[in-house]
């Protein structure tokens, strides 16, 4: 029995903040992508359940948020957070914003409103 693929679903406030990161800090948008889909998402594939996968660019922001950041994927970058909320019950890997850690405390705050509006339906599981 195969476990089913999470899958991405990337908020709108997401798309805006990756277009406006991607012509700013282009490099630094492609670390944190990249440690998304090479690094978290096979992990997180493999694992199943969202409390056992680790890797050193994975930082948990509480409320079940996690963020992702630039490491390991080339120097002098600037530092990235990239927020997503994995919902166990629907394999469901939320985007939700991307941002610097100059802005990380606006950015938390955003989060936390952009996770409240999220239409998460425990029946979907």
């Known amino acids: ?9 990337p908020t709108t406030e997401f798309i805006r903040s990756a277009q ?20 978290y998402l ?3 594939n493999h694992a199943r359940r969202i409390g056992l996968v680790q890797a050193g660019c994975l930082h948990h922001e509480g409320q079940g948020v996690i963020a992702l ?10 530092e990235t957070r990239l927020y997503a909320y994995p919902h166990d019950e629907s ?5 939700l914003l991307i941002g610097d850690k100059s802005t990380q405390r606006r950015d938390l705050r955003n ?5 409240r509006n999220l239409p998460l339906d425990p029946s979907h599981g």
């Open 1 to 9: 029995m195969s476990s089913p693929e999470w899958r991405i679903s």
């Open 111 to 115: 989060v936390r409103e952009i996770l």
């Open 69 to 78: 950041d630039q490491s390991g994927q080339g120097r002098n970058l600037r």
């Open 20 to 39: 406006t990161y991607e012509k700013k800090h282009p490099d630094e948008l492609a670390a944190a992508l990249a440690n998304l889909f090479q690094r």
């Open 91 to 95: 394999f469901t890997l939320h985007l």
């Open 42 to 44: 096979p992990r997180l």
